[in-house]
């Protein structure tokens, strides 16, 4: 019997897929004109919206619920409270998501189109004194279209004015003092940063001539009572400055310019520092602010309402506020950038239909971000911390508190706060794009994971150190000074890639969902626990990455030069 | 016969996969799954499709993946359809597809088929 073969693609084809055959001739005849637009089905367009929505939906998700979850498991589990208004904070949180999204999108459609033409023709256009003025509006632009830059208002509620009138009145009266500090330091930094990108400055003499002035500021507002409320406050708007919107914008300024005017140093570093100098200049300016207030204004504490209860003074108000705090944030930045790529480097605007969409769609999305920030996030960081002594003291408000003795409390306490660095840290989408430069840096030396355990360590230990500076209620100088002379000697005896390395790490670790929920969280502990202000967490977090990935650094540099010397 | 020898493949096509960024790993992966030895995914930048879907465009990536993979002729059918439904061609913007035939092609090849190809 002769045997047939039949091929099993052939069988396949013909059992399980129906093929047509079209010609292409029909979809595109030779008719010589263009074509119009694609006639789609609304279930099309729902297949063609939906991964696009989705896809951003779980980037920014993947970042916010983990630890939305944990802080609220952590309530309901380990000090058995229930989460206050949970519906409201559960669709703050979603809020918060969504309008992440939208803001992130708009960002990368509407705004950074404008950082890469301004970035690359600026420096080829114009001379080196207008490429840094325009730097410098720049960067206070782009702070103040910061989302967590919203976060400073939203923590003025939440102080005691009777206790810190100076600290109440920079975060609300005057809050736009403050604000504007912060932004003219961000503008300074990416001024500095493009003149150390032009002329390839090394990193380390820079941090020590902005370190030793800031910390001389900073024991001097030590001294006087009322300044010493905002140090804190100060150093923790280091942090607060270097987020999604500056660091690309200014970077892409900063970069097309050192291309254009080119130098001889290695160009394999190019681009860090600037996060550094972002994060130091701030605080010297806040401080600044905080001496010109207490010395030349007057300070108004009539305004009790504010701090009453938080929940209750949530209405349409926080959301026309929130809305009109997008506004101002967008408007200005997209003005300005409009007006440079027009009128100073006279391109024209490609795609601009695309371009309004992404500014109209940042525009909501950090509306949407900050009422979701004053509904979801900062209530629910606030309760959390102000539910946290309970663990280890008795509060009247709660029946069966303590709900551990005292040390296990306490233990709980700082189990709690590392925890909560750790995994906040590594959730952020920015430590891994740090982790494989800093691996593609060092040639392998300094692995990938190795980076983001360190970084997150880092994190993770700061914040446990600024809750314990909560709990025990010291003046923030006395963690402050110690730890930043612990960075500078470690920068003192490491190299020169390690210094910007370490620097920058710092900055990635305060996204725009880790600083609103940290301020909320210390201001939430320290009312609780009688501390006078709930700032300088994240000022904490801040330094202990810096000191660890400079440490882990010294430890492979010398286990680099071990194996090179065992080579020989 | 010269200086090595060079044993030539025969029987295969190219499938060329053109899709927005993001979407080649999924395609790749149902290829695989499907038998293919694996793929290359470049990335370029499309026009065209953007413009005419007028405001949805915005949701169609202008970056794009492009991804090649040689299959062998028995397997084309079967990739083919793979990457059709894993790439959701059959939706505006998705991108396109297509089949080139290869006329030769050289790799490592593994020893025991080398051996059975042998003339004995």
Same mark, same amino acid.
């Given at each position: ?13 013909? *059992? ?16 010589? $004109? ?6 789609? $089905? ?33 309530? @309901? ?28 999108? &708009? ?10 033409? @301004? ?10 004194? *207008? ?9 206070? &632009? ?59 400055? $090394? ?47 200014? =970077?892409?300024?900063?970069? /097309? ?25 701030? @605080? ?23 701090? %009453? ?11 026309? %506020? ?86 296990? /409390? ?10 909560? /660095?750790?995994?906040?840290? =590594? ?6 794009? =740090?982790?494989?430069?800093? %691996? ?53 005896? $490491? ?12 900055g990635v670790t305060t996204g725009p969902i880790t600083v609103p929920l940290v301020i909320a969280?210390?201001? /939430? ?41 065992? &080579?020989? | ?108 090849i593994p020893p025991h088929l080398l051996r059975e190809n042998e003339p004995s």
């Amino acid at each position: 019997m002769p045997v047939r073969t039949l091929k099993y693609s052939k069988f396949l084809k013909e *059992t399980a897929t129906n093929y047509q055959y079209i010609s292409y001739n029909r979809l595109n005849p030779p008719s010589g $004109s263009p074509h119009g637009a694609i006639n789609y $089905s609304f279930q099309d367009a729902l297949r063609i919206i939906k991964p696009y929505i989705r896809s951003r939906w779980n980037e920014q998700m993947k970042v916010v619920m983990p630890i939305a979850a944990y802080l609220a498991l952590f309530q @309901i589990i380990v000090l058995r409270q229930q989460v206050n208004e949970w519906v409201q904070v559960a669709l703050g949180i979603v809020s918060v998501i969504g309008g992440l999204m939208m803001f992130m999108e &708009g960002l990368k459609l509407g705004l950074m189109p404008f950082g890469e033409t @301004i970035g690359y023709y600026l420096p080829i256009k114009l001379g080196k004194r *207008t490429v840094l003025s325009i730097a410098f509006i720049l960067g206070i &632009g782009a702070t103040l279209a910061e989302p967590a830059i919203g976060v400073l208002k939203e923590a003025g509620r939440i102080v005691p004015p009777e206790k810190s009138p100076l600290l109440f009145a920079m975060l609300t009266n005057y809050s736009h003092i403050t604000v504007i500090a912060v932004a003219v330091g961000v503008g300074a930094a990416v001024m500095l940063g493009i003149l150390m990108f032009i002329y390839g400055w $090394s990193l380390k003499p820079l941090i020590f001539s902005l370190l030793v002035p800031t910390a001389a500021l900073t024991i001097y507002a030590s001294t006087d009572p009322m300044l010493a409320d905002i140090i804190g406050l100060a150093w923790d708007c280091g942090a607060v400055t270097t987020g999604p919107v500056t660091v690309p914008l200014v =970077l892409s300024l900063g970069i /097309g310019t050192a291309g254009v005017i080119k130098h001889k140093h290695s160009k394999r570093l190019q681009g860090f520092g600037l996060v550094t100098l972002a994060s130091l200049f701030p @605080i010297a300016t806040v401080l600044l602010a905080g001496i010109f207030i207490r010395h030349f204004l007057a300070l108004d504490i009539a305004e009790p309402s504010h701090t %009453e209860n938080l929940i209750s003074s949530l209405s349409s108000s926080t959301i026309f %506020e929130g809305i009109l705090l997008g506004i101002q944030a967008i408007i200005p930045l997209v003005a300005f950038l409009w007006i440079v790529q027009i009128a100073v480097i006279k391109e024209p605007i490609h795609n601009q239909g695309i371009i309004k969409y992404g500014i109209l769609l940042a525009l909501l999305g950090i509306s949407l971000f900050n009422i979701g920030l004053s509904y979801g996030l900062s209530p629910l960081g606030n309760q959390v911390g102000a539910l946290i002594p309970a663990a280890y003291s008795n509060i009247q408000s709660l029946e069966n508190s303590p709900f551990f003795s005292e040390s296990v /409390g306490l233990w709980v306490c700082l189990l709690f706060a590392f925890f909560l /660095g750790y995994g906040a840290t =590594l959730a952020e989408p920015a430590l891994n794009a =740090l982790g494989i430069t800093v %691996e593609n840096l060092t040639n392998g030396a300094f692995r990938k994971p190795l980076v983001m355990i360190s970084v997150s360590f880092g994190v993770a230990f700061g914040l446990t150190i600024g809750v314990i500076k909560m709990i025990f209620n010291v003046p923030i100088v006395w963690f402050i000074i110690p730890t930043y002379l612990v960075a500078s000697i470690l920068t003192l005896l $490491s190299d020169e890639r390690y210094v910007n390395l370490g620097w920058d790490s710092s900055g990635v670790t305060t996204g725009p969902i880790t600083v609103p929920l940290v301020i909320a969280l210390g201001l /939430g502990l320290s009312n609780a626990s009688g501390a006078v202000d709930g700032f300088g967490i994240l000022a904490m977090a801040s330094v202990f990455p810096i000191i660890s990935v400079l440490s882990v650094g010294l430890y492979v540099r010398r286990m680099e030069r071990k194996k090179e010397l065992e &080579g020989q | 016969m010269g200086k090595g020898n060079i044993t030539v493949l025969t029987d295969l096509n190219l499938i060329t996969c053109i899709v927005q960024k993001g979407a080649a790993d999924d395609i790749v992966k149902a290829a695989v799954a499907e038998g293919v030895q694996g793929g290359t995914i470049h990335y370029a930048r499309g026009t065209g499709i953007r413009e005419r879907l007028g405001i949805l465009g915005v949701a169609i990536e202008s970056e794009k993946e492009v991804i090649n993979i040689v299959v062998s002729t028995e397997m084309t059918d079967k990739i083919f359809e793979a990457i059709y439904f894993a790439g959701k061609l059959d939706t505006p913007g998705m991108g396109i597809m297509y089949v080139t035939p290869l006329t030769k092609a050289a790799t490592y090849i593994p020893p025991h088929l080398l051996r059975e190809n042998e003339p004995s």
